[in-house]
């Protein structure tokens, strides 16, 4: 989240799409309910389901599953050609005026630089007109046809709402109502939030459409703003806290990136990620990169890190390609690996394509599963009947199972969707002889380094060099570990003015990443999360909850990522001379009698920086604003585009219906193989989507009793229309098929999945909740994951678990 | 009028407009027992949050038993923390239902191992497990650890081995457990933010 969950109150509109936040997060969603009733705030809902959010919603807009981004582009579109945007905002703090190079284009559904063969991008194209001083060339008066603003528009215009119609079966009249509701926040005093989740993630467009919704909000100037914002409700208690700390195959610590194979160099790895301004008096704050990575090597290889070895950059791997899980899962199928460690996670069922997935960990030497639970990754060898028929005695992986700790029976800090982290005490022992997650890791590692020390083996340099000075070795604990990522000084850190002024002692802990050095006088494991434990003692487990401006903003309540800030942008909501668009909501404002800028929000920007100065509201960007043009940065495209899942109801894309590269997203992760094996509509007619349901949570709350009364057995939604059209009932068994399995389920018959009619053809919805599988105290049920396509998103790689393509039959079924 | 104090709880209880008994001076002459106290009264309680979805809300765990060395508490209870600035004490049915994850008898008690091709679990000891996984996972490494690549470029990479990291563990499990999977060279590492 740009934003926060409690900041929600004050927005005048709130726009949930690609989410459910009133099923999936409901005590999240309280916050539309308190806007509504304090702010007469509107909500509005566009979801191929008449969802709990749409049921309490001021208007509820269908769309058929898939196509976000036509319905997202069709908006800008009406915005734009209404000239319903914030003026100001744009105009300032985007980059609108900047001009694109020449030899960029899109033509007929594909940019420039395409290669059909790799089914990849040359991104060379998509970039800027440099001038002779090295920024970029601009045209304020934004007439140039190659600027950012006009290539836009020109880009959108053919999303009308004839063609929006068309793809998304949203009525044209629900559609502009949407769009007239949006538009009124274009006014510099009203504010739109939009909540989206894996409704709108898990599609092989999943970033683009995440992009095309931050470009609506660009446009009516929300980004930054109370009550605004991108708002991304993560699925998980501390999946933000995990990407945070960068545990994904490409990453490291606060967004860094590992370097490729090609990056031999120390200092060009650095310079590559620490950008110069692109424009005039602009921050570019990753310029502080190279601060933020020796700390982070100091932080794990302590007094081993030196410059004299690149603080130890040659001990990191260095990446051929991205190791993610759909990659991990390709290479386990095909025999490339021999060993995986699952540590609460359960890809069996929360990968895609189980055949798949269960057919590569029988080919495992060894798997090892870390897990408070007995999860079906843990017992994928085992034979469950019909929803697990396999036989063990034909599978020779090697299983652990470790008992881990839950929540309850330990300390520790969990990042909230709105980079909250906030700490968490031990209440209970855990049960049998479970461990919490550090001492496994420890028990493993200190076995590993045992054996290196003794025994020598490949490159032991970086296992025998690891930083591991906690007081009980086998059990490193919570608070040395807060510690660690948070900072603290190896020398005395000065003043970078004034050489004489120590800022922090040796020995201490750091106050924030401004005291962040490059010469290894630092440690800080992961720089966002700099000052979370400062010298004033753990800022995460702070517990005051007083909000003295009344938005909302506690600052003293635990601590959030970056700085303790609470609105990412925050500068942008004030007009360039520092002025708040809304001083009935202030964040931040300048102050010139002090020369700062100061509110009820720690400000994102340089806090000394008068705006006269021009120095633009997105500091981290190199171009000081921010990019509606993606430049090089996305893998499939500057501008997103509309483009049909890979499994579709529709045999062409109608946005390029005579090119068939440009039906589905040309750069998705397919691996040859798969291609060809994606579901056809004549075999597989219907759109199926899967879902949550506010009684369970993935596949852990079918072992909680409570959970299991209230939501006991598997079923599957249709639309009535497709169940009068097969003669099926609520309460029938039916089977529903993809082209990679089966899964039998009780059907539900409902109003709230409706049919669309697209190209002159009904095209019908089914809905699958996630929640069942063969272990736990729910009746047992089949992975929905069993129908899902290995598939992933261009640049997450997310797998397109929200739409894909099947068949439903009635069946009859022995009880 | 003679009443015990439990009786007089129990005439309490009877009715409405009983507890006037004590305006009328029907008082219990002297406490011989006690009705049970609330257990709550005597419980722990520790400010948690809840491990479901991202909201973060603050939970109150109330657990008996004093902390003792050789006591055991038993979490008897789970709500809402009502100072939490989001959740306000409220909890959603998946946070209401907390106390039965806690509980669940699915819960994993001790290591288990699993043989090729073997149709059962045995139970194993902790040392057991690291020391062969540990084994497992250096000979893996030892065997296919690639230093350099075909162009010659230093690469110092794991790929024959993977992990998958927990987006419901802690920022401290999840930073130890990325010092230890890169320090392996692993890359075939990913948490649940990927799918």
Not at chain 1, 639 to 664: G, I, Q, T, V
Request: aromatic residues 10%.
């Amino acid at each position: 989240m740009t934003n926060h969950w409690v900041d929600i109150k004050n927005a005048d509109l709130v726009l949930i799409m690609g989410g459910n936040a009133a099923e999936a997060h409901p005590c999240g969603f309280k916050w539309v309910t308190e806007a509504k009733a304090h702010r007469k705030a509107r909500l509005v809902v566009v979801d191929p389901r008449f969802t709990r959010s749409a049921a309490v919603a001021d208007y509820y807009a269908p769309i058929r599953a898939g196509s976000d981004i036509a319905f997202l582009a069709g908006l800008i579109n009406y915005l734009l050609s209404h000239d319903r945007i914030h003026h100001e905002y744009v105009r300032n703090y985007t980059d609108f005026s900047f001009l694109v190079k020449t030899d960029f284009a899109f033509e007929d559904g594909l940019y420039s630089g395409y290669d059909a063969e790799t089914h990849k991008y040359d991104r060379s194209t998509w970039g800027y007109q440099l001038g002779e001083d090295g920024y970029v060339v601009t045209d304020p008066t934004l007439q140039d046809p190659r600027c950012v603003y006009q290539l836009m528009k020109a880009h959108y215009a053919r999303y009308t709402p004839e063609m929006v119609e068309g793809i998304c079966g949203t009525p044209r009249d629900a559609f502009l109502k949407v769009c007239e509701m949006i538009a009124e926040t274009s006014a510099p005093d009203r504010a739109m939030t939009i909540m989206y989740a894996l409704g709108w993630t898990q599609h092989s467009q999943g970033s683009q459409i995440i992009r095309t919704g931050a470009m609506v909000q660009l446009l009516l100037g929300n980004i930054g703003k109370p009550g605004g914002g991108m708002n991304a409700l993560r699925g998980h208690s501390n999946i933000q806290g995990l990407t945070d700390l960068g545990l994904l195959s490409n990453l490291l610590p606060g967004y860094m990136t590992l370097p490729g194979e090609k990056e031999q160099d120390f200092t060009a790895y650095l310079e590559k990620r620490s950008p110069k301004p692109l424009r005039p008096g602009q921050m570019s704050y990753w310029q502080n990169y190279p601060k933020f990575f020796v700390s982070t090597m100091k932080a794990w290889f302590g007094d081993a890190a030196t410059a004299d070895n690149d603080w130890g950059y040659h001990w990191l791997p260095k990446l051929d390609k991205t190791h993610d899980i759909l990659q991990v899962f390709e290479d386990m199928n095909a025999g490339r690996m021999n060993g995986y460690i699952c540590q609460g996670f359960n890809p069996l069922a929360s990968a895609p394509c189980k055949i798949k997935v269960s057919g590569a960990l029988s080919k495992l030497k060894y798997l090892v599963v870390i897990d408070p639970l007995a999860t079906e990754t843990s017992e994928f060898w085992q034979n469950h009947g019909e929803y697990n028929a396999v036989d063990p005695t034909r599978i020779a992986t090697e299983v652990f199972r470790l008992p881990s700790t839950c929540f309850a029976e330990e300390d520790g800090s969990l990042v909230n969707s709105g980079r909250w982290l906030q700490w968490h005490w031990k209440a209970a022992n855990p049960p049998g002889e479970a461990r919490n997650d550090q001492e496994i890791i420890a028990g493993i590692f200190l076995k590993l380094r045992e054996l290196y020390r003794t025994d020598g083996g490949a490159f032991p340099d970086p296992i025998l060099n690891l930083a591991w000075r906690y007081k009980q070795p086998h059990s490193p604990a919570p608070d040395e570990l807060a510690r660690e990522f948070s900072g603290r000084a190896l020398a005395d850190v000065t003043d970078p003015k004034d050489a004489t002024k120590v800022l922090v002692k040796k020995g201490e802990q750091l106050n924030g990443f401004a005291e962040l050095r490059d010469d290894g006088s630092t440690a800080c494991g992961c720089w966002i999360f700099a000052g979370a434990w400062s010298e004033k003692g753990n800022l995460m487990a702070r517990r005051d909850n007083s909000d003295p401006y009344g938005i909302g903003q506690t600052l003293d309540w635990a601590f959030a990522w970056p700085a303790n800030r609470r609105v990412l942008y925050n500068r942008a909501s004030c007009d360039p001379a520092g002025k708040p668009y809304d001083p009935s909501r202030m964040l931040v404002a300048w102050d010139g009698l002090s020369g700062r800028w100061s509110g009820s929000d720690i400000p994102d920007f340089k806090a000394d920086s008068n705006p006269a100065d021009g120095m633009g509201p997105f500091i981290m960007n190199p171009e000081g604003v921010a990019r509606f043009f993606a430049r090089d940065m996305m893998a499939d495209g500057p501008f997103p585009e509309h483009y049909e899942p890979l499994e579709s109801p529709l045999a062409k894309n109608p946005m390029h219906p005579d090119n068939p590269l440009a039906r589905s997203n040309p750069a998705a992760r397919v691996f040859e193989g798969d291609r060809e094996n994606f579901g056809k509509p004549d075999r597989f007619p219907y759109v199926a989507t899967t879902y949550r349901l506010t009684e369970h949570f993935h596949y852990w709350t079918k072992h909680c009793r409570s959970n299991a009364v209230v939501q006991p057995e598997q079923f599957v939604e249709i639309g009535e229309a497709l169940g009068a059209e097969l003669g099926i009932r609520s309460g029938d068994p039916v089977r529903v098929r993809s082209q990679r399995g089966f899964i039998v389920a009780v059907a539900v018959v409902t109003k709230r999945l409706r049919s669309f009619v697209l190209d002159g053809q009904p095209v019908h919805t089914v809905g699958i909740p996630i929640h069942w599988g063969f272990t736990g105290v729910a009746r047992n049920g089949y992975l929905a994951n069993t129908l899902t396509p290995f598939v992933g998103d261009a640049n997450t790689q997310t797998p397109e678990f929200k739409s894909f393509l099947v068949n439903v039959e009635k069946i009859q079924r022995v009880v | 009028m003679t009443l015990s104090r439990r009786q007089f709880f129990k005439v309490c209880a009877a009715g409405a407009g009983t507890t006037s008994l004590a305006l009328l001076g029907f008082s219990p002459d002297q406490a011989l027992a006690e009705v049970r106290a609330f257990k709550l009264a005597r419980a722990t309680e520790t400010r948690n949050t809840c491990p479901y979805c991202s909201v973060g809300c603050g939970v109150l765990i109330y657990t008996l038993g004093d902390g003792s060395k050789n006591v055991r508490s038993e979490v008897i209870h789970v709500e809402g923390d009502p100072d939490h600035p989001v959740n306000r004490g409220t909890l959603c049915p998946k946070g209401a239902g907390l106390k039965d994850f806690i509980q669940s008898e699915g819960r994993l008690l001790y290591p288990e191992y699993r043989a090729p091709n073997s149709r059962e679990w045995q139970r194993i000891s902790w040392d057991e497990a690291f020391t062969r996984i540990a084994q497992l996972m250096k000979e893996d490494r030892d065997a296919n650890f690639i230093a350099t690549n075909e162009a010659g470029q230093t690469v110092n990479r794991w790929l024959t081995t993977g992990m998958l990291a927990a987006s419901a563990s802690s920022n401290e499990t999840g930073y130890l457990t990325h010092k230890f999977a890169r320090s392996l060279g692993m890359l075939a590492f990913d948490n649940q933010a990927r799918v």
